[in-house]
């Protein structure tokens, strides 16, 4: 294995590598910090692999253990999460004159339901434990198989089966509980809520309609709800889609708002 090989390999998994960091960290600086790192890492250590696993799985198991040990130094946000940022963006009419610039300025920024979907679970699933988190990105999102990703984490194959199951089975029940779009009873409607802000012409229950996710809420289980909304995330790319960025601004907005509500709570 030489350093071109390498090389070659980074630049073919990198857009994958930066959303899975950014959908753990929830912060583009420490995102662009830790993909760097990884880098060097990468260089410096390449001599010490074997082909035990693929190139991807070794780079992928370096940038999370490099984000793993910048959130061991934070705390996790609580599942109330969006609540907490809608309350701190309705009492700030800055953040709102913000916002509309961005959507104003910007060809991507178009809100669409289906980016909200996903953005939401980058929020909420920064309320699992570390480990939990990173195995459903990794299983659900990224397609890594059980033995891998017991590769990257340095565990069992049956450790990984649990994480899986509980933060699965977590996630679910969040969901359940909350989302408007798959259960009558939840309390959370910012998708349809933010549409009628930011696209006031648009029938929200026809943009509703065209996801899957939502079309079968009624006759679906809870598992294949959860599927579907894991379909929507591998569905897009958080730094290359077509509302890319009013969602990393929203994104930079939440995590501050977080950052403020938990040093508060200290």
Not at 143 to 158: P, R
Not at 217 to 238: C, H, N, S, T, Y
Request: neutral net charge; proline residues 2%; charged residues 30%.
């Amino acid at each position: 294995m030489d350093q071109a090989t390498l090389y070659t390999e980074f630049e073919n998994i990198k857009p994958q590598l930066k959303s899975y960091i950014l959908r753990m960290t929830a912060n583009q600086q420490d995102t662009e910090d830790i993909l760097q790192d990884t880098w060097i890492r990468a260089a410096e250590k390449l001599d010490t692999f074997r082909g035990d696993s693929s190139l991807k799985t070794w780079i992928f198991a370096i940038g999370s253990n490099l984000t793993i040990d910048n959130l061991r130094k934070k705390k996790r946000w609580p599942e109330g999460v969006t609540d907490i940022c809608r309350e701190a963006a309705l009492s700030d009419p800055a953040a709102f004159k913000k916002t509309m610039e961005v959507i104003a300025t910007s060809q991507y920024a178009k809100f669409e339901i289906k980016e909200h979907i996903a953005f939401c679970f980058t929020c909420i699933a920064k309320s699992l434990p570390i480990e939990q988190h990173l195995c459903l990105l990794l299983k659900e999102v990224y397609d890594f198989k059980i033995k891998e990703i017991a590769l990257i984490l340095q565990t069992t194959e049956a450790l990984v089966k649990y994480h899986l199951h509980t933060g699965r089975s977590k996630m679910i029940d969040i969901f359940e509980g909350r989302c408007a779009l798959i259960n009558k009873e939840g309390m959370c409607h910012q998708c349809s809520e933010i549409n009628g802000i930011f696209n006031p012409k648009q029938n929200t229950q026809e943009e509703i309609v065209k996801i899957k996710m939502a079309r079968e809420a009624e006759k679906a289980d809870k598992q294949r709800l959860f599927d579907l909304r894991m379909e929507v995330l591998k569905g897009i790319d958080p730094y290359a889609s077509q509302a890319h960025e009013l969602q990393l601004h929203h994104l930079e907005y939440n995590r501050k708002v977080m950052e403020n509500y938990l040093k508060d709570k200290d």
